[in-house]
Structures are given as C-alpha cells and as structure tokens.
C-alpha cells in the first residue's frame, strides 16, 4: 500500500509539472501562430514626409475588382512556406490613411477617388531564384462637391520581384502613384462622370482605341498589342497564309530581310496577331486564332486540355493614362478533357483573358 501511495504522488507530480509546461508553451505557440498569420499580410507603407502642394485631403475608395475577396499568394519565408495574403485592415482603411497621413493642410483640398481594378499577388515556380509577380490596374478620379468624377490617371503594370519582396514593391508602387499625383488637376475638358459611368470606364477606354472604334483594320504583321491597338501594322506586305485548320492559321510565310526575294515562317510566339482581308488573328500557343468582336470586347477560341480555372495577367505596362499598352502573358492550368475556351483580350495591355468553356461556334 505504501508503494501505492508514493508511486500516485508521483503521477501527481508528474501531471502538475505538464500542466505547468503546457500553460507555458501554449501562449508562446499562440504568439507563434499569430505571428505567422501576420506574416502574410499586405500592409501600405506610409512615407514620412509630406506631399507639398497636395491638392486632395481625402479619399474615397472605389472597388471593382473582378474578385475583392482574393489577393492571390506569396512565398513569405521557408518557415512559413506559401501562403495566401491577408490583410490586417482594409484597402480601404489603409488608403485612407495613406492620404491623411501625407496631404499638406490647403483650404481648397479635394477629394481623391481611388478605383482599384486589379491587385493579385503570384509567388511564381517553385524555383528558388525565380520571380514573384503582383498585377496592379487602379485608376485616379479628382471628385467634385456634386458627386462628379474626372479622370485623373491610371497606372496597369505587372511587378516582378524577388519573391520576399514583392509586397513592399507592390506598396511601393502604390503609395508612389497616388502621391506623385496628389499635386495634379484634372484637365479643363475633362468629362464629368458619374458613379456608374466609373464602375462601366472600360468602356470609355475602349472608346479611345483604334483596334475598338474603327470599322477595317488594316491587313499585316502585328507584332505587339500596342501596334494592333493604334492599327500600325510592323509588316503591311509579302505576306503569304499557308495551312489553315477551321479558324486557326498554322502557317504564315513573311518576307526575310536578310534574305532578300526570299520567304521565312512567321511563328505565332513572334507576333501579337496578324490580321487577313481585316480580319484578326491571335497569336497563341502555335497557331493564330480567328478573333472576333462581340459585346464590345475581342475574342478568341482555344482548344485545350484543362483542369480547373485560371487567371490572367498583363506585363510591362508602366503609367500612361488612356492609351497604356503592352505584352501578354496567361496561366492556364492544364490536363483533363479537351475543351473549346474564349479568351477575351484586355483592352489596356492586351492581356489574355480566361474565358469559360464553349461550343466552338465562330
């Protein structure tokens, strides 16, 4: 019995010496966690010195994302790993600060209208010394006492970086933007818009672009979107359509500059689009696709093999207001069955975007 007795107060002991472990360690490994979670958080820096002549003291905050409630996902650290990106205040709430925060005092401030179209966050592949992206389109409104927008500026760009380091570039880029043009007006001229009208500003940028307005599109070689969207084409002549399947052009002959009198093949990842008796073609993969207009947006059709949902993204695009432009670049996910895709093209840098699965009609 006596041995009984010494070996439960041990077990006691035992126990209290665990549970005194436990309430230890618990908050720690709490704090751990927590500290984890903020990891993955985008936060705007706000700069320390004040913009001079600012002409806005206040910020209202537009969004038209296509997916508010997504910011993509980065590689925080090899203790962390891959993660999606949090925030620890709203967009919102952290523009706002942005703008108090740096605004000079002035009697006649106005108020700034931030729109933000697009931010998405890609840690990129699993190699170590490759690049992480973010997708960043936000337009600029100076607004008015009656509830009037003008268009200010609009920056559409594509941000490659070291992957730990993409979302101070992306706040960066952010906070730069929106001061740099705190100290700007909008132009005399300028259209009055209403909130609508600023939700629907696609369709006013797409009312500024060749490639949307005008009727015949002349015949050539385009070699990047920002030549198909002024209708300039690189190569107006010798150019001679070989193999078609359907829609799809596969062979594409071109004169050689080095090689005068004589022919080489045009492949689809050397140009943009090319465009036969005014109809346009997309370049894609290894053919070019037949695109078409409808609902005032250009399309296309490709067949692939997917397995899920993908996303877009437009590259080296820097601000430039109405008639920014650049290249293309597409994630597609791939495997499964074969299905008939529309890819819409983005009216500012000509970025593919994923569509939903069709019945090839066009």
Not at 44 to 52: C, D, L, Q, R, T
Not at 329 to 340: A, D, H, V
Request: aromatic fraction near 10%.
């Amino acid at each position: 019995m006596l041995l009984l007795f010494f070996y439960s107060v041990f077990l006691c002991e035992i126990m209290n010496v665990m549970k005194r472990v436990l309430f230890a360690v618990l908050p720690v490994l709490l704090s751990l966690q927590l500290y984890a979670q903020k990891k993955s958080d985008f936060n705007i820096v706000i700069p320390e010195s004040k913009v001079e002549n600012s002409k806005y003291n206040a910020l209202q905050y537009i969004e038209s994302r296509p997916d508010s409630y997504s910011l993509g996902i980065v590689y925080v650290n090899a203790w962390n790993g891959i993660q999606e990106v949090t925030l620890s205040a709203s967009l919102e709430s952290q523009l706002e600060s942005l703008i108090k925060s740096v605004a000079s005092s002035a009697d006649d401030a106005k108020t700034m209208a931030v729109q933000m179209r697009a931010l998405f966050f890609d840690f990129g592949k699993k190699g170590k010394d490759d690049k992480a992206i973010c997708s960043l389109r936000m337009s600029l409104y100076e607004k008015d006492e009656n509830n009037s927008y003008y268009f200010l500026n609009t920056i559409d760009t594509v941000l490659t970086t070291e992957k730990k380091e993409i979302r101070q570039a992306a706040s960066d880029m952010i906070t730069s933007f929106i001061t740099d043009n705190m100290v700007a007006l909008t132009q005399e001229d300028e259209k009055a818009l209403t909130m609508d009208e600023v939700m629907d500003i696609d369709f006013y940028e797409k009312n500024s672009i060749p490639f949307y307005t005008q009727d015949l599109i002349p015949d050539g070689v385009y070699k990047t979107y920002r030549s198909l969207m002024s209708l300039n084409p690189d190569i107006a002549s010798g150019i001679t359509i070989g193999k078609q399947d359907g829609d799809d052009i596969k062979d594409v002959k071109i004169p050689d500059e080095k090689k005068p009198g004589k022919t080489k093949t045009l492949k689809a990842k050397e140009a943009y689009a090319i465009v036969v008796d005014g109809v346009p073609y997309i370049g894609f993969d290894n053919d070019f696709h037949k695109a078409y207009k409808q609902d005032d947006d250009w399309r296309f059709v490709i067949t692939q093999k997917v397995a899920g949902s993908g996303f877009s993204l437009g590259v080296g695009v820097g601000v430039g207001g109405r008639n920014a432009s650049g290249g293309v670049g597409l994630g597609i996910p791939i495997g499964g069955k074969k299905e008939n895709i529309e890819i819409f093209i983005d009216q500012l840098n000509g970025a593919f975007i994923w569509g939903e699965a069709i019945k090839k009609e066009k």
